[in-house]
């Protein structure tokens, strides 16, 4: 059977997200991660992305040896110390377009929703949606329905459990790990699970206890509301989020009396534009709610100097509120110069884009085609190209 899971866009909570007392609005987006399990009797655990050059990952499974993907590489690790010994087969992983960056890219003939990309998958820019978490969540999820566990009733948290783990073991840091659990249970609000929850070393003793356990992360499922819909711009400016948190979190130790009020501030005014998301505020309440938010992100900008909203940003996002039905935006997550993220009133949508897009001072930002859908991890019907036959378990 198939899986799908979904990227992600953090609209609020980035930074204060780090610590279990914030909360933060994660929206999990219609561009979804793949995987297709076809077991075999080989001795043998190959994944094939066959969208990207280069993209054949075998894993020997009597000598597991670390292959140039280190986040499938993280997960073979852990689901074998989980399962002990992992079944054979092939594991192929498809992308949606909005993940990479759609240069140099055509559309894979009778599948349109994935393209061919002339590159491997380290060297195709990614756009910021979270492909390391939905791919770590799908490849999870094939491995336990191969182990025959896909219809376990704890199906879903061990998939979780297994799949943070992953990617923390494959970033080597523990993140707040809001992208795989928007992978795995759609849009949440989200706050962290107990950092040292994550084993410091993979073994059988110090995962499996973990992976059965309920965790202590909270979330609550949540969707925007229909009025509003959601508008991505890949900037492409790039950003390097683990060097803006450890700068982040430097500030904030060392200038406690600076970064507080900010923090408590921030936190406000993310709680109030919560609170008006699901009581479907007027747009203009929405709005105010933005910018709130944005004038916090930009203070910070200016104490740590780290470019969370950038001016070039500030540009883009203040042109953007100046479109009829925009109602407002934010740089997602870390911030940085690879995204905007836009609410737009629902029936201006249509008449928005066009407008954004030939518009110049947009010139650079590539809009792209994706809405919210708050599912996360799925089983899908769908058939995959080149891929003959389904496991079932
Ligand atoms: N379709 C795919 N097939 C195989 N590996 C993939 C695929 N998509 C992503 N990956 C793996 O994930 C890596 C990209 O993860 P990375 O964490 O750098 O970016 P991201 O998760 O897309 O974005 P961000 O962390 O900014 O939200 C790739 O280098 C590759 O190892
Ligand atoms: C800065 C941070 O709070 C959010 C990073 O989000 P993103 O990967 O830039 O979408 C880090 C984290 O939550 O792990």
């Given at each position: ?23 933060a ?54 689901c ?22 759609q ?44 182990m ?5 009733p ?43 929850m ?123 509120k100046?479109?009829?039905?925009v ?34 001072r ?14 996360g ?17």
């Open positions: 059977m198939p899986y799908s899971a979904p990227g992600k866009a953090l609209i609020a909570g980035g930074y204060l997200v780090l610590f279990p007392e914030y909360r609005y994660c929206v999990a987006l219609s561009s979804r991660m793949h995987s297709v399990a076809v077991k075999s009797d080989e001795r043998v655990l190959t994944f094939h992305s066959p969208q990207f050059s280069t993209s054949t990952w075998s894993y020997d499974l009597d000598d597991v040896q670390p292959q140039k993907n280190p986040f499938l590489n993280a997960v073979v690790q852990v074998g110390a989980y399962f002990g010994e992992l079944c054979g087969g092939s594991i192929y992983i498809f992308s949606d377009a909005g993940f990479h960056s240069h140099e890219s055509t559309p894979m003939p009778d599948y349109p929703r994935f393209r061919t990309h002339r590159k491997s998958i380290g060297s195709v820019p990614k756009t910021g949606l979270g492909s390391s978490a939905a791919l770590c969540v799908v490849a999870t999820a094939s491995i336990v329905e191969m025959g566990r896909a219809n376990d704890h199906f879903t948290r061990i998939v979780h459990n297994i799949a943070q783990i992953a990617h923390c073991v494959a970033q080597g840091k523990v993140g707040s790990g809001f992208d795989v659990a928007v992978a795995v249970y759609g849009s949440v609000q989200y706050s962290r699970f107990t950092p040292t994550i084993p410091k070393t993979i073994t059988p003793e110090s995962v499996r206890p973990v992976v059965d356990m309920k965790w202590d992360e909270w979330l609550e499922r949540c969707a925007l509301p229909p009025s509003v819909s959601v508008l991505m711009g890949d900037v492409r400016g790039g950003s390097e989020t683990p060097a803006m948190v450890q700068k982040v979190l430097a500030w904030r130790d060392a200038k406690p009396e600076e970064a507080e009020p900010i923090w408590a501030s921030l936190d406000g005014a993310n709680n109030a534009l919560v609170a008006a998301l699901i009581r479907e505020s007027e747009p203009h309440a929405i709005r105010i709610c933005f910018d709130h938010i944005r004038a916090q992100l930009q203070a910070m900008t200016k104490l740590t100097g780290v470019p969370i909203e950038p001016e070039s940003q500030t540009k883009l996002l203040d042109a953007a100046s479109i009829d039905g109602i407002n935006g934010v740089v997602p997550g870390a911030g940085g110069s690879d995204a905007i993220f836009l609410l737009v009133e629902s029936d201006k949508f249509d008449t928005a884009k066009q407008a954004l897009s030939i518009d110049p947009f010139a650079k930002v590539k809009w792209l085609s994706l809405h919210q859908e708050a599912v991890l799925r089983r899908e019907e769908a058939s995959y190209p080149g891929v003959r036959a389904h496991s079932h378990s």
